[in-house]
């Protein structure tokens, strides 16, 4: 069993920069990946980054790449997004999850989800 937590949602203005963290208890193995999704209102869940716990190896939606860096800290079992240049359009509650997988790209279905977290980008 995963229990995945999130926490560092927030307002920003357009722009600015906001970090989220989502701590990870339970069994996590090596052969996890991990995503963080978002989901706007009267829009679809979307996959914005994924990473493999293994290696810390991450690939990201178009949408984000170049603004958004997820990453892992072994030793504290958190798995990070830093957002920058943050627009309204990035608006959305953000979810971490996980999914045990020996491929990658990672399966559609993600097993364990957080709660979620609100992020707002005022414009």
């Known amino acids: 069993q995963v229990q995945l937590v999130e926490s560092g949602g927030g307002l920003v203005q357009a722009g600015g920069s906001l970090r989220l963290s989502c701590v990870v208890s339970?069994?996590?193995?090596?052969?996890?990946?991990m995503g963080w999704f978002r989901r706007a209102p009267g829009k679809e869940r979307e996959l914005v980054a994924a990473?493999?716990?293994?290696?810390?190896?991450?690939d990201y939606a178009d949408s984000v790449k170049g603004r958004f860096t997820t990453s892992r800290d072994n030793a504290k079992n958190t798995l990070s997004l830093q957002m920058n240049s943050l627009k309204p359009e990035d608006t959305a509650v953000y979810y971490c999850?996980?999914?045990?997988?020996?491929?990658?790209?990672?399966?559609?279905?993600?097993?364990?989800w957080g709660q979620g977290t609100q992020v707002t980008v005022s414009s």
């Open positions: 999850a996980a999914v045990y997988s020996l491929s990658w790209p990672p399966p559609a279905n993600f097993r364990y």
């Open positions: 990473i493999r716990w293994s290696d810390a190896y991450a």
């Open positions: 339970g069994r996590i193995l090596a052969n996890y990946n």
